[in-house]
């Protein structure tokens, strides 16, 4: 469904996307960047405890924060995010779905987090980056998309500093980042002091090439890094969802 939603800038189209069989409805740019499995799969990758407080970095319109919020009634979110009409889209999202008391949207930019957040006041942070260097290929069309997917504004090593930045003493950082370049993001992370502690690489089907890789790093961490199994998003090429995947999307 197109709409305009009241409270939101006029003159964009909008679509609203439901996750969990229409449970949780995410409103987003038609034309905008619009989010995809990789949020889905960072957010089922995460296990919290109760209470807990995250940080979610480069928030777009706000579906990592919603996805955790969803899953996990007792954490505690704030939801960082750059550009003026993601912001106001993602703190529309997370009104229209309930989630005021518990989702907080902050306008920032991860490069300088110290002007929005306390240093060390998250128990995790989360994050879905821009992972294609501005300077490599080319630019996708559209600011959103630009920003969303190219270091335009800030790159990896300004990211996880902010991760760092924020984190609590053995906090969690957790990311899903493309495969092709795990071993730039484990390097980048140990180099901010986020030892790297569990790994899965995610396939599009059995025998397909590793896609992304899902990371999760702890602050001040012992050198002990766990491999997961590997997740197949579908059955075969071309084939329908895994089982591991439809999981994903179960209420």
């Given at each position: ?206 025998g397909g090439r590793g896609r992304l890789v899902l990371v999760e790093a702890i602050k001040g961490g012992g050198e002990e890094l766990v491999v997961l199994p590997p997740f197949y998003i579908n059955t075969s090429p ?14």
């Amino acid at each position: 469904m197109c709409t305009e939603p009241a409270g939101i800038s006029s003159g964009l189209a909008y679509t609203d996307d439901t996750l969990f069989e229409g449970r949780l409805i995410c409103r987003q740019h038609r034309h905008g960047y619009r989010f995809s499995v990789d949020a889905v799969l960072l957010a089922h990758f995460l296990d919290p405890k109760r209470e807990e407080t995250v940080l979610d970095l480069g928030a777009g319109c706000g579906v990592i924060s919603l996805l955790l919020a969803y899953r996990w009634p007792h954490l505690r979110l704030t939801a960082l995010e750059l550009q003026p009409q993601l912001v106001e889209l993602c703190r529309h999202n997370v009104v229209v779905s309930g989630y005021s008391e518990r989702i907080a949207v902050v306008r920032g930019d991860f490069r300088t987090p110290w002007e929005v957040v306390e240093a060390g006041s998250f128990a995790r942070v989360v994050a879905n980056p821009p992972f294609r260097p501005a300077e490599n290929g080319r630019v996708s069309g559209g600011v959103e998309q630009a920003m969303a997917r190219h270091e335009l504004a800030g790159g990896l090593t300004d990211l996880l500093g902010a991760m760092a930045f924020a984190l609590q003493s053995k906090g969690r950082a957790t990311l899903v980042y493309p495969a092709a370049r795990v071993g730039v993001l484990l390097a980048a992370l140990k180099n901010k002091g986020l030892e790297p502690k569990r790994l899965q690489m995610v396939h599009s089907h059995p025998g397909g090439r590793g896609r992304l890789v899902l990371v999760e790093a702890i602050k001040g961490g012992g050198e002990e890094l766990v491999v997961l199994p590997p997740f197949y998003i579908n059955t075969s090429p071309g084939g329908s969802y895994s089982a591991e995947m439809r999981r994903c999307y179960t209420p």
